[in-house]
């Protein structure tokens, strides 16, 4: 009885050292972990966005957060937000997390030349993964 005792004890220790011992985290993780968060900005390059703003929009609408940021580090995409209200409708903001959509806010409220308007970039920044 009371090596049973000892042994129901030893595993009920070795148990929660297990659970105790690997940390889980339940908080929400950003989905865009898999980019290679390599910037690839050229400040040089200043030719016709025309293409690029079309698909900027396009992108908007149809791609998700992770997607959209993929596209625009890869200088797929280049434009910006002026209507908070319109954007909140978008694909890609739909398809962020909360705190996600908490950076995107504080992007578009921060003043770009004295007006608010969310950049590509920081909705780009918005997407990567904190880890």
């Given at each position: 009885?009371?090596?049973?005792?000892?042994?129901?004890?030893?595993?009920?220790?070795?148990?929660?050292?297990?659970?105790?011992?690997?940390?889980?985290?339940?908080?929400?993780?950003?989905?865009?972990?898999?980019?290679?968060?390599?910037?690839?900005y050229?400040?040089?390059?200043?030719?016709?966005?025309?293409?690029?703003?079309?698909?900027?929009?396009?992108?908007?609408?149809?791609?998700?957060?992770?997607?959209?940021?993929?596209?625009?580090?890869?200088?797929?995409?280049?434009?910006?937000?002026?209507?908070?209200?319109?954007?909140?409708?978008s694909?890609?903001?739909?398809?962020?997390?909360?705190?996600?959509?908490?950076?995107?806010?504080?992007?578009?409220?921060?003043?770009?030349?004295?007006?608010?308007?969310?950049?590509?970039?920081?909705?780009?920044?918005?997407?990567?993964?904190?880890?």
């Amino acid at each position: 009885m009371l090596n049973q005792t000892m042994l129901l004890l030893i595993g009920m220790v070795f148990t929660t050292v297990a659970f105790i011992d690997n940390p889980i985290s339940y908080a929400e993780k950003r989905e865009c972990k898999d980019l290679t968060k390599e910037v690839k900005y050229n400040s040089e390059d200043h030719d016709d966005n025309k293409e690029s703003e079309k698909e900027f929009k396009k992108s908007l609408e149809q791609d998700s957060l992770c997607e959209f940021t993929e596209r625009h580090d890869k200088e797929e995409l280049k434009g910006e937000v002026k209507n908070w209200d319109e954007y909140k409708k978008s694909e890609v903001y739909q398809t962020s997390n909360k705190e996600q959509k908490d950076c995107q806010e504080e992007g578009f409220k921060s003043p770009d030349d004295g007006d608010k308007a969310l950049q590509g970039y920081e909705i780009e920044y918005c997407g990567w993964d904190e880890d």
